[in-house]
Every structure is written in C-alpha cells, then in structure tokens.
C-alpha cells in the first residue's frame, strides 16, 4: 500500500492536480494540498469539472487590490488546467446584496455568489447543499470557525463554503494621540470618550466612525457597542424582540455623550469613507479592516509608522468583536455545479489558500483551524491584532448580527435593514435614546413576527 501510494504522489504534478478533477480529489491523490486525507468524502463523489464549462463568481471588490488580482490568477489556472473558463466579476460591496437579489428574483445569474454574513439563511431555497464538500474540508484542514459554521449551516445542512473573515481593529495616529498626552489606545468605550475628547482639542483631528449603512465598518462598530453595554436585538429564543431596556438605553446614551465630547459618528459614510479620512489626515482613529495600515505600508507611505492597531475597547458588560465574514454558495440555477463546487474547493487548497492571504497581506484571516497560523501573520507584528480578534490563542472570537440568537431569515433581514446603526444614528441625531428605541422596537417585532 505504501509503495502504491508513493507511486500515486511521484505521478501528480500541480496541473495535473488542477486538471482531473478538482483540487478536492488531487488532495486525496496527491496528500499534499489541502493536508492530510480523510475528510470523510471518497474520490468517486468529488465534485469534476466539466470541460467546455463556464462559470461566474460574483465577489465584492477587497480594499486590497491585490486579493483579486490573485484569485483572477487562481481562476486562470483552473480554468486552463480544466479546459474552462473561469470569471471573476467584482463589484463594491454595498452592490453584492442588490446584484444577488435581482438573481435570486431572476433565478439566474453567477454561479458562484460570495455572501456576507448570513445571507445563506435569507435565500436559502436558492443556494446548493455543499455538505459533502465541506465535510471533506473540515476532514483536512480541521473546524470551521463557529461564526462562519453558523452562517453557512441551515437546518443541518451546509449552505455555503466557508471562505474567510474579514477582521476589523482601530486605525489611530500614534503622533497625535501622544500630542494629546495619550500612550495608547483605550481599553473601554468611557475611555474612548475621554481620549476623543483629549485628542481633538489637541490636534483637530477627530476619531470618527460610520454609523450609517456601511456592512462592513458600521455594523462591526455598532453591534459589539450594544453588547458592550448588555443590550441585544432579540432573545436567545430568536423571536422575542428585547431592544427596548435599560442596558440598550446605556448603549445609545454612551454613543450621545461620544458625540457630545468631539468623536464624529458619520451617518452618511459607507465602508471606503473613512479609509479615505484616514489617509487625507482628517481623523486621528477609526475602526476598519487591515487596509488602512496595508496601503499605507504598501502604496502611500505616510502614516505608516505612526499608525497603531487595537482591538475593541470593552462595556461594562465584556468585551465583544464583530467581523465581515464572507462565504461562497453555489446557486441551484448554475448549469454546472459541478464545476462551481470544484472551483471553490481549489480556492481552498492549502496551497492556493495561502497564496491568496499572502496577496492580501493580514488584511483576510482564514475559516478553517489550519489556516489560524498562516505565514503571513508572521510578516508584521501589527498584523497579529486581526489575527487575534478573529482566533485568540485557539480560541475562536466573535459574534454575529442578532446574537446570542442563532442566525436566521429573521436575524439576516434585521443586518441588511441596518435596524440597530439606524437606532443608534437616530439617538446621536436628536438625543433622543427612548424614541430610537421605540423605533427600532417596532421595526423589529414587524420583522421577527414574520412566518
């Protein structure tokens, strides 16, 4: 057996991997690619490429440019190994979600849709099972994070392909906040109040944030405040709606008296525009993804060095984190799944996996336990803070949009109606905590009364 399976590996080469029936198999043939075999999927159940296919992913266009560069190259490769074509198709990521409703609606269109949080319990009918192949993929490359296993994972059944995490940490001007006799970033949000107030007096240049209808930098703000500080949207038991309380009162209060001292919460910004603050020099923190400090190392070169990173600060009730995550599902409509699960599944080589981190420099982390230490976060030690609020010290972190209820249709329709940044837009722009409640009470009970 062991000379049997030696022979098998001297015969793979990685286009001879790509080409026969998807980066799945090859990794059972080859025991190299995705780690060890045994994800519980034979090879006669892999999912084959079908050459003359043509398929299409829609994806969001990453704040590094460089990702896409390499999963257009990736897709390439593929599709030349397979003898099909491959597409890529970007656009921005307030675009993703219109762009898969009107599929879902057509019920036509990509092949392949990436989805942010948990949009495969909102279109659930309209999406394959990949159960099969995430099994495999758990069999080589360990767990799944349990934020992505619960946004992906529908009534038993897997949904979508865990893809990746998009970490969110404060960006803060290391030169002013030492102007303004601070050493480091606070640890809780009434410190943050207190240091917002210090640095604008001292600089002019505020922290400022979205709490507008950003899916990325509003909702990964705002949520972890209302945790913070003890509120949630709806009960455990999913239905019941509990936004109105004293601890989601503290919440909105908190942000008001922000306001009050000089941070600047944005209700018209969306997910680029306070990376753009942040590079003109008008704002001294802010909280987003790893883009800001890459393109400052890689491409602008200006506050590189007095730019710091930091995790979210705490409430009173513990410290919470959110993030962007991002999954593939492949749709029912495409007339080759086949190829589509097998495209997916060569995205998720170890091989090609790592390629793609290494292009996005820190700015993505990985959604299997085998990814956790990647060489990449190896390349800056300021890398390592999004590192650690997607998996600290093994333990995985964060929470999801209408936690601790599970996610669902209900939970996923209140994270694309941005009912929670609304509320708390609502309270900063008139300071009125009890009517933002009472409003967003009723949005809430409309939609968690639906069947």
Known sequence: ??????????????????????????????????????????????????????????????????????IRRQAKEFGDANNCTVEIETVSGDQLQPRTVAAVAAGNGPDIIQMQYSWPHLYTASTVVVTNEVNYLLGALGKVHPVNEAFTKVRGAWRAIPYCHVPNAWHYRTDYFQKAGVSSFPKTWDELIVVGEKVVKATGKPIAQTIGHAYGDSLTMWNPVLWGFGGQEVDKDGHTVRINSPETDAALQWAIRAAKAGIKWYPEWLDPDNNQAYHADRISATLNGASIYIREVV??????????????????????????VLNH????????????????????????????????????????????????????????????????????????????AAP????????????????????????????????AEAKLKAIYGRP
């Open 1 to 70: 057996m062991a000379d049997d399976s030696m022979r098998r590996r001297k015969g793979w080469t990685r286009r001879r991997f790509l080409q026969t029936t998807g980066a799945a198999t090859a990794a059972v043939a080859a025991g190299s690619v995705l780690g060890a075999p045994g994800g519980g999927m034979a090879a006669a159940m892999m999912p084959k490429p079908r050459a003359g296919a043509r398929i299409r992913l829609l994806q969001w266009n990453s704040f590094v440019p460089q990702a896409d560069a390499e």
């Open 299 to 324: 491409e602008f070169h200006k506050f590189d060095k007095v730019t710091g990173v930091a995790a979210m600060p705490s409430g009173p009730k513990g410290n919470f984190a959110m993030n962007l």
């Open 408 to 439: 669902s249709k209900w939970t996923t329709q209140s994270q694309t109606q941005f009912v929670i940044a609304d509320m708390f837009a609502k309270a900063v722009a008139n300071g009125d905590s009890k009517a933002a409640m009472a409003d």
């Open 329 to 404: 599902a492949v749709m029912r409509w495409s007339r080759d799944v086949d190829t589509a699960k097998a495209f997916v599944l060569s995205l998720m080589d170890k091989t090609n996996y790592s390629k793609w981190l290494a292009a996005s420099r820190g700015y993505n982390a990985g959604a299997f336990e085998a990814q956790n230490n990647d060489p990449v976060w190896k390349t800056d030690p300021k890398l390592t803070v999004f590192r650690d609020v997607v998996t600290f010290r093994g333990k995985p972190v964060g929470n999801w949009p209408g936690w601790p």
